[in-house]
């Protein structure tokens, strides 16, 4: 079974027959290409591909000479096709865009097949982000409103929220599907983010914490998700209320009995005590009640939890029976369980003798 191919293979299919390069076009006889510059002697010049090459030549004259035109708006698209980050040309295509003032609908359409092809490429991501914002700014018609300005979601009329809820839940699913080719994409994951943020406090937040609990249940170890919920946490319009750190901490502290040994949700619930001013000693019981678990006793990430709780508890309460505990723990890191780190460990056990505790 041959792969699915995406709508920008199909179209160049059906025209592969009878395509002739654009520069042999009779609209393109009056543009003299300027080559490459690099100077007398190129120490190790890139070779590259004498299509390219041509292309870029006809660019550059386009630049030169600041056309604003549809056959510059064409050429920006054939380079980008030949080199997708190219992030000279896509910000002459963004200048296009708005001095020709194309069909950002279009655009948007386009840069959604480009996506599908070139995943990784960064530049594609930001034109998209260029594009939604001009979107959003062009439904509200308020003249206060820059491009990049944060949407003020809540005081919007009716008809306005409606239509900004179905331009964020749009790319919302857009980039769920890049994430389902590949849930580490980073530009993706970036990029998500500031959808969330930029257009205020919608109902999206909410949603995003049942997105984020799927993808956990798809895939408990995907730091990536992990990552989105404190973001979520953090940047809602909540807040820390006593309310959600509990219901954060109650929903972490299921995932590690799951599985202790995986670091992300460890990390999550230090960063959620950590952000919400509350000690580590809170989840104290939990931790110790853990180590009666057959498959968490030799987690590196339950003892290293202790290790920082005691270690805390030891330098507010200048307690003896805390550094003595911290100092079990980083012994029983160091000799059996993280031996990889051995040194680290040691170094961490040495650290607990400078505390001054109480007689």
């Not at 059906?14 to 654009?22: C, P």
């Not at 896509?90 to 020709?100: C, F, G, I």
């Not at 699913?173 to 919608?202: C, E, T």
Request: hydrophobic fraction near 35%; charge should be negative.
């Amino acid at each position: 079974m041959e792969p699915e191919r995406t709508p920008r293979e199909q179209e160049s299919d059906e025209d592969s027959e009878d395509e002739v390069a654009f520069y042999e076009l009779p609209e393109w006889a009056d543009v003299v290409p300027i080559p490459q510059d690099d100077g007398p002697n190129p120490l190790v010049p890139i070779a590259y591909a004498e299509e390219y090459s041509k292309t870029m030549g006809y660019f550059r004259a386009i630049c030169r000479s600041e056309e604003m035109s549809e056959r510059a708006l064409k050429l920006t698209k054939i380079v980008i096709e030949l080199s997708s980050s190219h992030y000279t040309v896509w910000y002459y295509r963004q200048k296009l865009l708005v001095a020709l003032n194309t069909d950002l609908n279009k655009e948007l359409e386009w840069t959604g097949d480009m996506i599908i092809e070139n995943q990784k490429t960064y530049q594609i991501w930001h034109h998209r982000q260029l594009i939604v914002e001009r979107l959003a700014k062009s439904l509200l018609s308020d003249p206060t409103l820059t491009s990049s300005s944060k949407i003020p979601y809540q005081d919007l009329t009716v008809t306005q929220q409606e239509d900004i809820r179905e331009i964020v839940r749009a790319e919302l699913v857009f980039i769920a599907s890049a994430l389902a080719k590949d849930s580490k994409n980073y530009h993706a994951w970036s990029y998500r983010q500031w959808v969330l943020a930029h257009f205020g406090n919608g109902p999206w937040w909410e949603e995003e914490l049942s997105y984020i609990e799927d993808l956990l249940i798809a895939d408990i170890r995907n730091n990536s998700a992990w990552n989105q919920r404190f973001f979520v946490i953090s940047q809602g319009a909540e807040g820390f209320t006593e309310e959600i750190v509990q219901r954060e901490l109650q929903f972490t502290k299921s995932k590690i009995t799951r599985t202790p040994s995986n670091e992300s949700p460890w990390v999550y619930m230090a960063g959620i005590l950590n952000k919400a001013n509350r000690p580590l000693s809170e989840v104290r019981s939990f931790c110790e009640e853990l180590l009666e678990a057959t498959n968490a006793k030799f987690s590196p990430y339950v003892h290293s939890f202790l290790l920082d709780i005691y270690e805390q508890d030891a330098k507010e309460k200048k307690t003896p029976e805390s550094v003595k505990k911290a100092t079990e723990e980083a012994v029983f890191l160091a000799e059996k369980v993280d031996t990889m780190r051995s040194k680290y460990w040691t170094w961490r056990k040495n650290q607990l003798q400078s505390i001054l505790v109480d007689a």
